[in-house]
Each structure stands twice: as C-alpha cells, then as structure tokens.
Nanobody, 116 residues
Framework: QVQLVESGGGLVQAGGSLKLSCAASGNTFTMNVMGWYRQAPGKQRELVATIRRGNFTNYADSVKGRFTISRDYAKKTLYLQMNSLKPEDTAVYYC??????????WGQGTQVTVSA
C-alpha cells in the first residue's frame, strides 16, 4: 500500500511562489502516475498536473507556464513548484498516486491561500 503526506502549503501574496512536497511511503514503485489535484471552496476537485515514468508531464491550462511538477524517485517525494501565484490558485492541494487509469491513493491535502 501507499501513504502520501503533503506539506509546504501556506499564505502568499499574488505573484509569489510556493513549493509543495508530497512524501510517499510503501510500495511506490508500482505507482506509474503521480499528480496534484486541488479543490477550491464551492468547486469540484480538479487536476493540476501529473507526471509519469519517463518524466512525461501534463498540466491544466490554467497553470501551464507557472507550475512545475517533478518527482524524486530515490526520495519517494513528489513536488509542485508554483510561481506567479494568483488568487484563483487558492485551494486545498492534494497529492495522488495510481497505476495510471485512476487515482488509487490520496494525501490529506495542504491549504494554499493566495492574497490579492
């Protein structure tokens, strides 16, 4: 099984940067895809970015050019570097892991708040 724990959330001003981390434990070698989702108040959870073996990445249009997802396989850690943050980025961010067809594991989430 896999356990995921996010960290790095906080309060930042618009235009600032923040880096999220997701520490994974367990049988992570089977998790071919890892990603970040977010859920803002009153909205459904949405995909932010994913990364798969071979470092293939995918980003939501709203974050392209501003966010970068990366994975350190040796440290079993997933990262999300967020630059040029906007108030619209305010949400709870969740780390995810799966075999590739669906999300099998979720972290508990970390709050990111961007002030205007």
């Amino acid at each position: 099984q896999v356990q995921l724990v996010e960290s790095g959330g906080g309060l930042v001003q618009a235009g600032g940067s923040l880096k999220l981390s997701c520490a994974a434990s367990g049988n992570t070698f089977t998790m071919n895809v890892m990603g970040w989702y977010r859920q803002a108040p009153g909205k459904q959870r949405e995909l932010v970015a994913t990364i798969r073996r071979g470092n293939f990445t995918n980003y939501a249009d709203s974050v392209k050019g501003r966010f970068t997802i990366s994975r350190d396989y040796a440290k079993k850690t997933l990262y999300l570097q967020m630059n040029s943050l906007k108030p619209e980025d305010t949400a709870v961010y969740y780390c995810s892991a799966g075999l590739g067809f669906r999300v099998d594991y979720w972290g508990q989430g970390t709050q990111v708040t961007v002030s205007a």
